[in-house]
Nanobody, 120 residues
Framework: QVQLVESGGGLVQAGGSLRLSCAAS????????MAWYRQAPGKQRELVAH???????NYADSVKGRFTISRDNAESTVYLQMNSLKPEDTAVYYC??????????????WGQGTQVTVSS
């Protein structure tokens, strides 16, 4: 059974930092892309950062220069280093993992979410 276990969320003051982790287990296929999404109250879930199997990254404009996504393929873990946090970063953060079942079939899995709250 596939599990994505997130950790590292919490309460921090504006300007502070947090590091989120998401460890995947039970995955028998090759992991392709890994990503972090977030959802604030009353808003749609949005992509925060994405990292490909080759290590290429892209970020939402709102977090560029402040957040860094990375991955440890040996540990099937994805990280999100969040610096210079702002109150508008407050949201539930979800990790997302895409695996290659075949060359043309992919499956996506989601973590349970971790709350990040930034106080002003």
């Amino acid at each position: 059974q596939v599990q994505l276990v997130e950790s590292g969320g919490g309460l921090v003051q504006a300007g502070g930092s947090l590091r989120l982790s998401c460890a995947a287990s039970g995955i028998t296929f090759s992991i392709n892309a890994m990503a972090w999404y977030r959802q604030a109250p009353g808003k749609q879930r949005e992509l925060v950062a994405h990292i490909s199997s080759g290590g290429s990254t892209n970020y939402a404009d709102s977090v560029k220069g402040r957040f860094t996504i990375s991955r440890d393929n040996a540990e099937s873990t994805v990280y999100l280093q969040m610096n210079s946090l702002k109150p508008e970063d407050t949201a539930v953060y979800y990790c997302n993992v895409v695996v290659d079942a075949t060359t043309s079939i992919k499956y996506a899995y989601w973590g349970q979410g971790t709350q990040v709250t930034v106080s002003s």
